[in-house]
């Protein structure tokens, strides 16, 4: 198995229900590194916005990557820290959350589905953040050529923001 065996594709809601399982397999509270818990809902109305990329493994969602709007990304407090930390350029995006199936992971997933996105949104400036103790992530995004731009702290928990132009 390699990331070169997942399609690469754009969602579509009939993706949502995969993509809301893998985001629960990863959430802090099941010892990933997922912050927060987007509903259904919030999936769709991202998807009607802007692009979702997944990658799926014999229809299986292994992996995503969100790009969503400010505006629509801003309710959860602890995207405005990131955005009180980093407002970003004139017409940024919110990138993420990303996340990839576990037995997936290091396999250049992350670099096929960033492509994907880059090619959809190009010339924008994407805004993310990592937690600081997520070594894996934050290689993984300065790997992708994101640079850190700033430092933010969340309910005592500490974050660095990356961001790129596409």
């Given at each position: 198995?390699?990331a070169?065996d997942c399609e690469?594709?754009?969602?579509?809601v009939?993706?949502i229900p995969?993509?809301v399982?893998?985001?629960?397999l990863?959430?802090?509270?099941?010892?990933?590194?997922l912050?927060?818990?987007f509903s259904?809902?919030?999936?769709?109305r991202?998807?009607?916005?802007?692009?979702i990329?997944?990658?799926?493994?014999?229809g299986?969602?292994?992996g995503?990557?969100?790009s969503s709007?400010?505006?629509?990304?801003?309710g959860?407090?602890i995207?405005?820290?990131?955005?009180r930390a980093?407002?970003?350029?004139r017409?940024?995006?919110?990138?993420?959350?990303?996340?990839i199936a576990?037995?997936e992971?290091?396999?250049?997933l992350?670099?096929?589905m960033?492509?994907?996105?880059?090619?959809?949104?190009g010339?924008r400036?994407?805004?993310a953040?990592v937690?600081r103790?997520?070594?894996a992530?934050l290689a993984?995004?300065?790997?992708l050529g994101?640079?850190?731009v700033?430092?933010f702290t969340?309910?005592?928990?500490?974050?660095v923001?990356?961001?790129y132009i596409?």
């Amino acid at each position: 198995m390699t990331a070169s065996d997942c399609e690469i594709a754009l969602a579509t809601v009939d993706d949502i229900p995969g993509i809301v399982e893998l985001q629960g397999l990863n959430l802090l509270s099941n010892g990933g590194f997922l912050s927060i818990e987007f509903s259904n809902d919030w999936f769709e109305r991202v998807l009607s916005e802007m692009p979702i990329i997944v990658a799926r493994r014999d229809g299986r969602i292994v992996g995503y990557l969100v790009s969503s709007t400010v505006s629509v990304a801003a309710g959860a407090p602890i995207i405005q820290a990131k955005l009180r930390a980093y407002p970003g350029s004139r017409n940024p995006y919110n990138h993420g959350p990303v996340c990839i199936a576990k037995e997936e992971r290091n396999q250049g997933l992350i670099s096929r589905m960033f492509e994907a996105l880059r090619e959809r949104l190009g010339g924008r400036e994407g805004i993310a953040f990592v937690r600081r103790d997520n070594g894996a992530s934050l290689a993984a995004h300065a790997k992708l050529g994101m640079r850190q731009v700033a430092e933010f702290t969340h309910d005592g928990v500490a974050y660095v923001v990356v961001a790129y132009i596409a």
